[in-house]
């Protein structure tokens, strides 16, 4: 076994009974990235030297204070929209191809409280827009599973570098299913948790109502250590909740005795593949087994979700990305005769496709004529499908369905057809418009590829939905199961 098999909580115990080097942890991840990298592609950025020097800096304090949190020494990566002080943040866009921030996300601050080593910055969709990390400006990020597959978007970089054993774990963002999906394609554990839960700040914003930074790892546990870590209320966030942070992993006791689960129709009907479908049934049979009960319900206005979502978000986008003008920071285009012609340079230039795709639509939507014909009714949408998940979960614990209709799909197989690509983070999507948590777990395979688990929760209650993710990952053996590059 290498390290990258053992649980936090392991290595945690190693490194106390001085059995293990934070040096070596370190040494690790840097080798299985020289070995396996240039398959995967999922770093954009290494922070190798400071990396190193961090982890000199903690065996020299663990020789002296054994009283080490548990992330102490814990090699993670950091999805490339989250700004990190001195180390070059692109949001995988041309843009910001040499931007380096001067000061650190507020989760970064936190990861560093925590002890943590950042390995490095991780391939994504450009400004976190797309299902598949075919957006990137600089490179394909490929699946771990079968190279020739997606890992999914836009923290498709996050999810294959977690798969394929480059670091313990990482941070992804989450707008419309942005950690789950990818986590789904390549078999790890990614929560997106309530909107309020973790702070925004420094995070590069795509579509500030919708965003939220959540934690990718290979096992339930791991993940609760890591959002217990980056939770909590922060003043520079104005949306940061002032909710109580409970101890999750005291939340992971395998009973889920009793436990009511609401399984939608809309989540196993028209456009989910059979496989997907028959893995969640046979998940709900397992949870069975331990005791849970489940039923059938609806959540009516779920089929709105994807208008509306892309309606809202590239509204939300084409308002955030106004920012990027070449003239404070980023890249600026040349030979520009006036002011003008700066900003449409610079914006031509610039951006990709993609995200040039959601500005217009944003713009048009948002503009004198159709803003209430488009962003106001789709406002309404929302409000609609928040409603339908707070009436399913006032009587029952969780909700759950399969985190994407299908596997991954073949590099290149969508990336002309919008609709398709967008259509694949359809049952992802209703839990952004609605702010509560969600969490992906490996619960099966299509042709050796994962297929995932969705679990979904009422607003901050994360806990609950760790306990049962947890009560099935001890009963199954998916998240045992790792792809062989």
């Known amino acids: 076994m290498g390290l990258f098999d053992y649980k936090v909580s392991d290595l945690h115990e190693l490194l106390q009974k001085k059995e293990l080097k934070v040096s070596e942890l370190v040494d690790e991840s840097y080798k299985r990235i020289q070995d396996v990298e240039d398959q995967v592609q999922a770093f954009l950025t290494l922070d190798e030297e400071r990396a190193r020097q961090t982890a000199r800096a903690l065996d020299d304090k663990l020789s002296t204070d054994a009283n080490a949190g548990l992330l102490f020494g814990m090699p993670i990566g950091i999805k490339d929209n989250l700004v990190t002080k001195g180390l070059r943040t692109t949001c995988a866009s041309k843009i910001l191809e040499n931007f380096d921030p001067i000061y650190d996300a507020a989760v970064v601050q936190k990861l560093q409280q925590a002890e943590t080593i950042t390995i490095g910055k991780l391939n994504m969709d450009e400004f976190a827009m797309g299902s598949s990390n075919e957006n990137s400006r600089f490179q394909k990020t490929r699946n771990p599973w079968k190279l020739d597959r997606v ?53 590069v914003a795509f579509a500030s109502s919708l965003d939220q930074i959540g934690p990718i790892t290979r096992t339930v546990e791991d993940n609760a250590y890591l959002l217990q870590a980056i939770s909590g209320l922060d003043p520079m966030d104005s949306t940061s909740a002032n909710v109580e942070v409970p101890n999750f992993a005291e939340a992971l006791t395998g009973d889920v005795n009793g436990l009511k689960i609401a399984v939608p129709k809309e989540y196993l009907g028209e456009g989910v593949s059979e496989s997907a479908r028959q893995s969640v049934l046979d998940a709900l049979k397992v949870l069975e087994g331990l005791g849970a009960v489940w039923e059938e319900v609806s959540l009516p206005h779920s089929k709105y979700a994807l208008a509306a979502y892309y309606l809202l978000s590239s509204s939300e986008a084409s308002a955030n990305l106004a920012r990027f003008d070449g003239v404070r920071y980023g890249y600026r285009a040349q030979d520009a005769e006036n002011l003008l012609d700066l900003y449409k340079k610079t914006r031509a230039e610039g951006f990709g496709d993609e995200v040039k795709r959601r500005i217009m639509l944003g713009t048009f939507a948002l503009s004198s004529g159709y803003y209430d014909a488009y962003y106001k009714k789709a406002q309404k949408v929302r409000t609609l499908i928040k409603r339908d998940f707070e009436n399913v979960l006032e009587n029952y614990d969780v909700i759950i369905g399969p985190t994407t209709p299908t596997p991954a799909f073949k590099i290149g197989e969508n990336i002309d057809d919008p609709m398709t690509m967008y259509a694949n983070d359809i049952l992802t999507i209703p839990v952004n418009l609605a702010g509560v948590p969600g969490i992906s777990i490996p619960c099966g395979f299509d042709n050796g590829l994962p297929l995932g688990l969705q679990i979904i929760g009422k607003h901050f209650d994360e806990a609950t939905i760790y306990r049962v993710a947890h009560a099935f990952e001890q009963a199954t053996d998916y998240h045992k199961q790792k792809p062989q590059l």
């Open 151 to 203: 890992p999914g978007g836009s923290s498709g970089g996050s999810a294959a570098a977690v798969a394929a054993g480059e670091v313990l774990f990482s941070l992804g963002s989450d707008t419309g299913g942005s950690i789950r999906q990818p986590a789904a394609f390549c078999g790890v554990v990614g929560l997106k948790p309530t909107y309020g839960r973790v702070s925004r700040f420094g995070l």
